[in-house]
C-alpha cells in the first residue's frame, strides 16, 4: 500500500515516492531492506518518468550534483552498514523530518546557488539518499534557490533519481525480499504510476504536494519515535 500511494504521489506532484514511502518502509522492513528498497522504487518510478521527459533534460546543470552525490553516497552506506538499528532510525527520522520542514519553509540560501550550490545540494542528497533513501529535499532547494520552475525541475529531478539510487543500489545492494514481495512491489508500481496519471488533471499540484509533504512529515516524526523507544530501551 505504501508503494502504491508513494507512486501516485511521485505522478502526481513530481516528487514525493521516498518522502512518503521511506520512512514506512524502514517502519516495517528495518533499515536496511526499508531503505534499499525506496533507493529501487524511486529510481524504477523516475525511469518511468523520464521516458516521457527526457528533452527537458539538462545535462550540463545536473553533472555537478551527480557528481557530487557521487562522491557522498559510499559514505552513507557506511553510515548505514555500520550504525546500530535504533540509532539508525533515530538518524533516518530526523534526516527526513528536517528536509521535509526546509521544504515547507521553501529555504532561500544564498550558498546554494551557482555551482557551489549543486555541489554542496548533490553531496547533501547523495548521503541522505543512501543512508536514508530520501535525496529529494536537498536537491529541490537547490532548484527553489536558483529559480528552476517546476517543468523544469521535473525531468531533471527524474534523471538525478535514475542516477543516484543506481549508485546507492551498486553500494548496497538490492534488498532482500522474498518472490511474493518483488511481485508485490511491481505491481504497486505499476498500479499507483498508472493512478497517479488518472488523477494528474483532477488534482491541483499544489495540493498534491501538501499531501506528499504531510505524509513524509508524520512518517519522519513517527521513525524518529521508534528510533527513540528503541534506544530507551
Known amino acids: ?75 552513507g552506506s557506511w553510515v548505514a552498514a555500520q550504525v546500530p538499528e535504533a540509532e539508525l532510525l533515530l538518524v533516518i527520522g530526523g534526516l527526513v523530518s528536517a528536509a521535509v520542514l526546509l521544504v515547507i519553509r521553501g529555504v532561500r540560501v544564498a550558498a546554494l546557488r551557482g555551482v557551489g550550490g549543486a555541489l554542496a545540494a548533490g553531496a547533501t542528497s547523495g548521503f541522505m539518499n543512501s543512508a536514508a533513501g530520501v535525496g529529494g529535499p536537498a536537491v529541490s532547494l ?20 535514475v542516477v543516484v539510487n543506481s549508485l546507492s543500489l551498486t553500494a ?31 488534482v491541483p499540484e499544489h495540493r498534491a504536494r501538501r499531501v506528499v509533504l504531510g505524509l513524509a512529515l508524520a512518517g519522519g516524526l513517527a521513525t524518529l519515535a521508534k528510533g527513540l523507544t528503541g534506544l530507551l530501551r
Not at 177 to 200: D, E, K, R, S
Open 142 to 161: 537547490y532548484a527553489v534557490n536558483t529559480g528552476w520552475t517546476a517543468r523544469e525541475f521535473v525531468p531533471n529531478a527524474q534523471l538525478y533519481g
Open 172 to 202: 548496497k545492494g538490492v534488498p532482500h525480499l522474498a518472490a511474493p514481495a518483488w511481485a508485490t512491489a511491481a505491481a504497486a508500481i505499476a498500479g499507483g504510476t498508472a493512478l497517479g496519471h488518472a488523477l494528474a488533471d483532477r
Open 1 to 75: 500500500m505504501v508503494v502504491l500511494l508513494g507512486s501516485s504521489v511521485q505522478r502526481l506532484a513530481g516528487i514525493g515516492f521516498a518522502l512518503v514511502a521511506a520512512p514506512v518502509l524502514v517502519l516495517l522492513l528495518g533499515p536496511g531492506d526499508g531503505v534499499t528498497l525506496a533507493n529501487l522504487a524511486s529510481g524504477v518510478i523516475s525511469a518511468i518518468g523520464l521516458a516521457g521527459a527526457w528533452r527537458q533534460v539538462r545535462p550540463g546543470a545536473m553533472l555537478p550534483l551527480i557528481a557530487a552525490a557521487a562522491c557522498t553516497v559510499p559514505a
